[in-house]
């Protein structure tokens, strides 16, 4: 179980050690040791004298992993495949052994989200200019065209509304940069709506603006879509 971890129940503590190596010192102890808190971050292994439904007896703890081993045979036979485990369980190779391990609080990560890895604890947001729009992807998805924009969430892509020839009012001047560098600047201001581009020789003087007024100007002038500012 990702996010908890066991207290009270501690009988010994076990440093620089891998979580697999862990549920192994784990079984070697049985039945002295009934489930394992491991830290992630200073990957640490707490033995644990007692097993507990974790959800109502846990204490969260984003660093910590939850493995309730008390069930858990350490003579398995030499492969994965010949051995059944329980239901939302695996078997995992470990170097001398096999162990079953639970999977029902592995969770796919949401649309604007993605992991690079399974079995992590925690899923990493789409970047600036990306997105996804399924759940339980490795990566997110290129939405940095120019004339496209992700919404805050980074669950879709959007196309920006061309005004030709119009501007918006109560503009604020970046000086020079070039098309792509505008349209960020504004982008990442909760309060712009959107932005327009003067032409010069190499760059565009790039204004943003907080309210939409379609006058007649010489830039052209570009509004985010409602979506791409929620």
């Known amino acids: 179980m990702y996010g908890y971890r066991l207290n009270n129940f501690i009988t010994e503590e076990i440093s620089n050690i891998g979580v697999q190596?862990?549920?192994?010192?784990?079984?070697?102890?049985?039945?002295?040791?009934?489930?394992?808190?491991?830290?992630?971050?200073?990957?640490?292994?707490?033995?644990?004298?007692?097993?507990?439904?974790?959800?109502?007896?846990?204490?969260?703890?984003?660093?910590?992993i939850f493995a309730y081993l008390a069930n858990v045979s350490k003579d398995f036979s030499t492969n994965c495949k010949d051995k059944v485990c329980q239901p939302l369980h695996k078997c995992v190779a470990m170097k001398n052994t096999h162990v079953c391990i639970s999977t029902d609080s592995?969770?796919?990560?949401?649309?604007?989200?993605?992991?690079?890895?399974?079995?992590q604890a925690a899923c990493i947001f789409c970047s600036y200019g990306t997105y996804q729009d399924l759940e339980g992807q490795f990566n997110c998805k290129d939405c940095n065209d120019f004339h496209d924009c992700a919404n805050?969430?980074?669950?879709?892509?959007?196309?920006?509304?061309?005004?030709?020839?119009?501007?918006?009012?109560?503009?604020?001047?970046?000086?020079?940069?070039?098309?792509?560098?505008?349209?960020?600047?504004?982008?990442?201001?909760?309060?712009?709506?959107?932005?327009?581009?003067?032409?010069?020789?190499?760059?565009?003087?790039?204004?943003?603006?907080?309210?939409?007024?379609?006058?007649?100007?010489?830039?052209?002038?570009y509004e985010f879509p409602t979506e791409c500012l929620v």
């Open 21 to 64: 190596t862990s549920i192994k010192e784990c079984l070697l102890r049985k039945p002295h040791c009934q489930s394992i808190n491991y830290n992630t971050q200073q990957f640490r292994c707490e033995v644990n004298s007692k097993g507990a439904d974790i959800l109502l007896k846990g204490t969260p703890d984003v660093n910590s």
């Open 106 to 119: 592995c969770k796919p990560c949401p649309s604007g989200y993605h992991q690079y890895t399974t079995g």
């Open 152 to 221: 805050r969430r980074r669950t879709n892509c959007f196309s920006l509304i061309k005004h030709v020839g119009q501007i918006g009012i109560n503009g604020l001047s970046y000086g020079k940069h070039n098309r792509h560098d505008c349209k960020a600047i504004c982008q990442l201001d909760r309060t712009c709506k959107g932005f327009s581009l003067v032409d010069g020789v190499t760059k565009v003087e790039c204004f943003t603006h907080t309210q939409i007024d379609h006058t007649t100007s010489i830039s052209d002038f």
